[in-house]
């Protein structure tokens, strides 16, 4: 009997630990569905951050490099600032690089009204020699002021003349020659897909614009958000 007592009272005990077990069970699927919840309210959070600062650092870039250009200049060129747009339409450089490479041309000297021109030599000889676009505009900037000696390794041809009007124009048919090449290669499908990139930068950099006077507050608003998740989890 004493035996038949003791089995019972340990069957009874198990039922009871295995209620118990489930309680907790059912504890800690509620505390995991919370934690997903908040984990993926945390993780979209991270998502959006990410898309703010992306399109804003883009905004900021392009910012930086018009003030690097108005300075240079003494003022805003909006002419340039367009063929700035229309030269990365023709090759596989973003208007924020051109604009940039823009103001080295008015550092060296080179007048405002000849800063497109110049620019376009550049893209081009930067094409035709496969030298990058910084080298290409010095070298530019130089062949425009009479001094043609960085291309002379790339361009024989400026060997066989001593007349500066004749070796600008023997570097101008490299660089038209280039540019034509240029354009041509905008055509090809890693073109096209290199314009469709620098297109979504440009339309970043407009929506980076728009979104930056509301920075701070946003920033405001996940910090506080963080900050009630912390002590609701603490709470818990």
Partial sequence: AEKKLNIKVGLKGAKKAEKGLGKVNSSMKSMAKSALIAGGSFFAAQGIIRGLSSVIKLAGEQEQVEKKLQTALGHVNKELLAQASAFQKQSKHGDETIISMMALASNMGI????????????IGLSEALGVDLNMAMKAAAGAIQGDTNMLTRYIPELKTTKDLTEKLEIVQRAANKGFDQSIELTKSMAGEMNQAKMAMGDAGEVIGNLLAPAVTDVSNWFSSAATSAGEFFQRA
């Fill in 111 to 122: 007048a405002e009204d000849k800063i497109g021109e110049t620019t376009k030599m550049a």
